[in-house]
């Protein structure tokens, strides 16, 4: 009896039941006068990758940009209803956007390493743009560690010097995932990181998320069902119900539950190619 | 009518639409050779009448004492730098900042108070760049006779005038070069945890440099030739002045002028030393053209 309990208490403090890092609550975000998506409720556990799917317009880019507070540096944008990460309030009065940025990361649809700086200077971007500065060996540690997180170090670290454009585009791609996560944020934003990939790069990028998990919180828009399928512990699905009305979230759960049981009609016709 | 198959015509222009094209290819170059017509022929006249005088002395001896051959223009070439240098020092910081400030932070404002007035600076700018230049020369005037005697010429203050002329040239050539670096690379700073003011200077002004640099160099080579506001408040002497803050200062189109004007006993040295000066002005500009198009280019090239 004694056994059991004590049994049941240490696998409770192994693994403890997961907790949402990233809550959001209620949020709406939109441009001006338009609402691009609306009232989305979600919370997002720490080390798993969430798939964010719909179709185009329906507001992914902007809930996931909402997140970090990028949305906002657009003129006109709003936000509203709350953002917490680890309980902190993201848009709480004195919260200086600058931080919630760097404690979430974001990758972005087209690669953008800045074409004045080599590959070193790259992932090294982040510490110099929040005005640290780091010894000459601090750097080369930085730059190697993120460099082979992202899988990228054997096929450049010869030519570190070198232009960040001079790569392929996956080879881009993942030196900016590398630049993200040389900050060590919590949480990883991605939006559409594989589609201007090749199938290879793609599949290099998709294992890197999954590897990437282990350490932040990674919350990924993708047009690509399979991909969602494959690396995603959770999807979320927004979708537009009416012509005219803002995105909404349709449903979210654990990714197997959503691709073959999902709850609602409109889930299963947009996963089944259906939509439209 | 048999149809005996079902051949494809060929995709060839019948003889009319080719008699056409023939016609159209001649009209146009017959444009473009007249254009060029009066181009060439400025060129040409220049070169070979300012040949002449395109000696050592011309480089190294000022007019003091000239009358008559002889003689040079080296207080003028002079000039003509101190004063447009003085003017870049001065305007290049001020167009820079009104571009960047209209790209970078008025665009941008989330308030649209602030980007109405960065829409009435633009608009301010654009017409700033059609001022007559001599209207620029007669602000300085009536500035000059505010701060001292009227009449007072130096350097410095055909240098501001040239300022002014340069001054829109520059923003606006620069504003497009701002509004032409990607946003991808604007929000890849800002997603790295990066302030405003970090990304402008770590990631826009680097990637835009050599466009910058090249509108600083347009706004050079709008000014060097400008002629009205230096005759009107720098004046003109033979000497050297090498004082931007007092005393008249010769500068090369004000040269040109003078020459041509004021020909003593033997006109033709006047004439003459006046080609030579037109021909270093014209390779100045050209140089600059020249110049400025280079480096854009060269950055177009990095970047890909
Ligand atoms: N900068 C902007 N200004 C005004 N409206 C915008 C802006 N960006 C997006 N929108 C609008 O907001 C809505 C949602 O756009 P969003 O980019 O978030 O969609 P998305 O789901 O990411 O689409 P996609 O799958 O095509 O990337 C759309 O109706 C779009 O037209
Ligand atoms: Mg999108």
Same mark, same amino acid.
């Given at each position: 009896?004694?056994?059991?309990?004590?049994?049941?208490?240490?696998?409770? +403090?192994?693994?403890?039941?997961?907790?949402?890092?990233?809550?959001?609550?209620?949020?709406?975000?939109?441009?001006?006068?338009?609402?691009?998506?609306?009232?989305?409720?979600?919370?997002?556990?720490?080390?798993?990758?969430?798939?964010?799917?719909?179709?185009?317009?329906?507001?992914?880019?902007?809930?996931?940009?909402?997140?970090?507070?990028?949305?906002?540096?657009?003129?006109?944008?709003?936000?509203?209803?709350?953002?917490?990460?680890?309980?902190?309030?993201?848009?709480?009065?004195?919260?200086?956007?600058?931080?919630?940025?760097?404690?979430?990361? +974001?990758?972005?649809?087209?690669?953008?390493?800045?074409?004045?700086?080599?590959?070193?200077?790259?992932?090294?971007?982040?510490?110099?743009?929040?005005?640290?500065?780091?010894?000459?060996?601090?750097?080369?540690?930085?730059?190697?560690?993120?460099?082979?997180?992202?899988?990228?170090?054997?096929?450049?670290?010869?030519?570190?010097?070198?232009?960040?454009?001079?790569?392929?585009?996956?080879?881009?791609?993942?030196?900016?995932?590398?630049?993200?996560?040389?900050?060590?944020?919590?949480?990883?934003? +991605?939006?559409?990181?594989?589609?201007?990939?090749?199938?290879?790069?793609?599949?290099?990028?998709?294992?890197?998320?999954?590897?990437?998990?282990?350490?932040?919180?990674?919350?990924?828009?993708?047009?690509?069902?399979?991909?969602?399928?494959?690396?995603?512990?959770?999807?979320?699905?927004?979708?537009?119900?009416?012509?005219?009305?803002?995105?909404?979230?349709?449903?979210?759960?654990?990714?197997?539950?959503?691709?073959?049981?999902?709850?609602?009609?409109?889930?299963?016709?947009?996963?089944?190619?259906?939509?439209? | 009518?048999?149809?005996?198959?079902?051949?494809?015509?060929?995709?060839? *222009?019948?003889?009319?639409?080719?008699?056409?094209?023939?016609?159209?290819?001649?009209?146009?170059?017959?444009?473009?050779?007249?254009?060029?017509?009066?181009?060439?022929?400025?060129?040409?006249?220049?070169?070979?009448?300012?040949?002449?005088?395109?000696?050592?002395?011309?480089?190294?001896?000022?007019?003091?004492?000239?009358?008559? *051959?002889?003689?040079?223009?080296?207080?003028?070439?002079?000039?003509?730098?101190?004063?447009?240098?003085?003017?870049?020092?001065?305007?290049?910081?001020?167009?820079?900042?009104?571009?960047?400030?209209?790209?970078?932070?008025?665009?941008?404002?989330?308030?649209?108070?602030?980007?109405?007035?960065?829409?009435?600076?633009?608009?301010?700018?654009?017409?700033?760049?059609?001022?007559?230049?001599?209207?620029?020369?007669?602000?300085?005037?009536?500035?000059?006779?505010?701060?001292?005697?009227?009449?007072?010429?130096?350097?410095?203050?055909?240098?501001?005038?040239?300022?002014?002329?340069?001054?829109?040239?520059?923003?606006?050539?620069?504003?497009?070069?701002?509004?032409?670096?990607?946003?991808?690379?604007?929000?890849?700073?800002?997603?790295?945890?990066?302030?405003?003011?970090?990304?402008?200077?770590?990631?826009?002004? *680097?990637?835009?440099?050599?466009?910058?640099?090249?509108?600083?160099?347009?706004?050079?080579?709008?000014?060097?030739?400008?002629?009205?506001?230096?005759?009107?408040?720098?004046?003109?002497?033979?000497?050297?002045?090498?004082?931007?803050?007092?005393?008249?200062?010769?500068?090369?189109?004000?040269?040109?002028?003078?020459?041509?004007?004021?020909?003593?006993?033997?006109?033709?040295?006047?004439?003459?030393?006046?080609?030579?000066?037109?021909?270093?002005?014209?390779?100045?500009?050209?140089?600059?053209?020249?110049?400025?198009?280079?480096?854009?280019?060269?950055?177009?090239?990095?970047?890909?």
């Amino acid at each position: 009896m004694t056994e059991t309990l004590s049994d049941t208490l240490l696998t409770q +403090m192994i693994t403890p039941p997961p907790s949402p890092t990233l809550r959001l609550d209620h949020v709406s975000a939109g441009y001006g006068e338009l609402t691009a998506v609306s009232d989305v409720t979600l919370d997002i556990e720490a080390n798993s990758v969430t798939a964010l799917i719909g179709p185009s317009g329906c507001g992914k880019s902007t809930l996931l940009r909402s997140i970090n507070r990028l949305h906002e540096t657009i003129p006109g944008a709003r936000v509203s209803g709350h953002i917490t990460l680890d309980g902190d309030d993201l848009y709480g009065a004195e919260v200086d956007p600058v931080d919630v940025r760097a404690r979430v990361g +974001m990758v972005f649809q087209r690669a953008n390493p800045f074409p004045t700086m080599s590959i070193r200077d790259n992932v090294l971007a982040g510490t110099g743009l929040r005005g640290k500065r780091l010894t000459r060996s601090q750097g080369d540690d930085l730059t190697e560690q993120s460099l082979r997180d992202v899988k990228l170090w054997d096929e450049v670290k010869d030519r570190l010097g070198k232009s960040g454009a001079s790569l392929s585009g996956g080879q881009q791609q993942r030196l900016c995932i590398a630049r993200a996560i040389a900050i060590q944020p919590e949480v990883l934003l +991605m939006d559409e990181p594989c589609s201007a990939l090749d199938p290879a790069s793609t599949a290099a990028v998709e294992n890197l998320m999954l590897a990437l998990k282990t350490a932040y919180t990674l919350v990924v828009v993708t047009h690509n069902m399979a991909q969602a399928a494959r690396v995603s512990d959770t999807t979320a699905f927004l979708s537009v119900t009416q012509p005219g009305r803002p995105g909404e979230l349709i449903e979210a759960g654990p990714t197997k539950r959503i691709f073959n049981d999902p709850l609602r009609q409109a889930t299963r016709d947009y996963i089944d190619g259906k939509f439209g | 009518m048999t149809r005996t198959s079902l051949a494809i015509p060929p995709l060839r *222009p019948g003889r009319g639409a080719r008699r056409a094209d023939t016609v159209a290819t001649i009209v146009m170059w017959a444009c473009a050779l007249i254009g060029a017509v009066p181009l060439v022929g400025l060129l040409w006249t220049t070169i070979s009448r300012g040949l002449a005088r395109l000696d050592v002395t011309f480089f190294t001896q000022s007019m003091r004492g000239v009358i008559g *051959p002889g003689g040079g223009a080296l207080h003028a070439l002079m000039g003509t730098a101190l004063i447009t240098l003085a003017a870049t020092v001065l305007a290049a910081p001020l167009g820079l900042i009104t571009a960047l400030w209209l790209v970078e932070e008025a665009d941008r404002s989330s308030s649209p108070g602030v980007r109405r007035f960065g829409g009435t600076v633009r608009l301010v700018v654009d017409v700033m760049t059609g001022i007559p230049s001599i209207v620029a020369g007669l602000t300085v005037f009536a500035l000059i006779t505010l701060v001292a005697a009227p009449g007072t010429r130096s350097g410095i203050a055909g240098s501001l005038a040239l300022a002014i002329i340069m001054v829109p040239v520059v923003a606006r050539a620069s504003e497009e070069v701002l509004v032409r670096v990607p946003e991808d690379l604007r929000e890849g700073g800002l997603a790295l945890g990066a302030a405003r003011w970090r990304v402008v200077t770590k990631i826009v002004l *680097p990637t835009a440099r050599p466009g910058l640099v090249s509108a600083v160099v347009l706004g050079v080579s709008r000014v060097v030739g400008e002629t009205a506001p230096l005759l009107l408040v720098a004046g003109f002497t033979d000497s050297m002045n090498y004082n931007l803050l007092s005393g008249r200062m010769a500068s090369l189109p004000v040269y040109i002028y003078s020459q041509w004007q004021n020909k003593g006993v033997d006109a033709a040295a006047y004439n003459s030393r006046a080609w030579t000066a037109a021909l270093v002005l014209v390779i100045f500009v050209l140089f600059f053209q020249v110049a400025a198009r280079l480096i854009g280019r060269s950055r177009k090239e990095t970047q890909k």
